[in-house]
């Protein structure tokens, strides 16, 4: 069986076609899904706005109607659900990966999960908290709300590297603080995708028909919304179905 992954895909519900993250006009890689796996696809609906410096505005999701997932075939359809769950709110958590060890560097990775579509969040070493730091935060501006501690938080101590889109990693020099620091992170001001999780199972008889014996087939990825029984397609997009191991 293969790893789990969740195809995150941004749809435009005018222009029928996906986005890789909020805010860019940089279509989603092709999804593919493996036989054998429950595949779960994440999608939030969007819209271009037209408006420079803020391209993409959320659509939300119309509570009464019915959205259907499904993969397949001109002539078959291999798998489909209409089930949705709405995946938990955004958080921010603070994992220490080198821990404090006399003259090196302690170092924590701060890391928002799932993915905000804004907001702020703030870090506190037990004596005071930052100012809030935006969730679009660059490494510099994350060592400057923690150096607005100050105490123990100087240039000479702090340091900060962005190593995802919501993800950061701050090193602490272990014999400039003495001993080693707990930072504690607040999300209470984070703001989450209305967005809807929906899950594929690639087990299905469908699937092995559809595969064949091959390696890999190309298929159809159809995203559709059933509302007062007006159905219409947001998304038709080539995926990848491939024979597991």
Same mark, same amino acid.
């Given at each position: ?69 499904? %993969? *397949? ?7 489909? @659900?209409? !089930? &949705?769950?709405?995946? /938990?709110?955004? +958080? ?24 905000? %579509? *804004? ?7 037990? @004596?005071? !908290? &930052?100012?809030?730091? /935006?969730?679009? +935060? ?41 001993? /080693? ?65």
């Amino acid at each position: 069986m293969a790893l789990i992954t969740t195809n995150r895909l941004f749809v435009d519900v005018e222009q029928n076609r996906a986005y890789s993250q909020f805010g860019s006009f940089s279509i989603a890689a092709q999804p593919f899904f493996i036989e054998g796996d429950q595949c779960p696809v994440e999608l939030s609906l969007v819209r271009q706005t037209g408006v420079q410096g803020s391209p993409f505005e959320q659509v939300p999701f119309d509570p009464t109607s019915t959205f259907s997932l499904k %993969i *397949g075939t001109t002539t078959a359809v291999a798998t489909s @659900t209409t !089930t &949705t769950t709405t995946p /938990s709110a955004p +958080a921010v958590t603070v994992t220490n990966v080198v821990p404090f060890a006399g003259n090196s560097w302690q170092v924590d990775r701060v890391v928002i999960s799932p993915d905000p %579509i *804004g907001g702020f969040f703030t870090l506190s070493d037990g @004596t005071g !908290t &930052t100012k809030p730091i /935006s969730v679009t +935060a660059s490494a510099l501006d994350i060592r400057d709300a923690l150096l607005g501690l100050g105490g123990f938080f100087q240039t000479t101590s702090v340091s900060v590297r962005q190593v995802a889109q919501f993800a950061w990693e701050i090193s602490l020099l272990c014999n400039f603080f003495g001993s /080693s620091v707990t930072l504690t992170p607040s999300g209470t001001g984070l703001l989450a995708f209305d967005s809807r999780l929906m899950k594929l199972d690639m087990t299905t008889a469908g699937v092995t028909t559809l595969l064949n014996g091959a390696a890999q087939v190309e298929a159809t990825l159809e995203f559709s919304v059933d509302t007062s029984g007006e159905v219409q397609t947001f998304l038709y997009t080539p995926c990848t179905v491939i024979n597991d191991l």
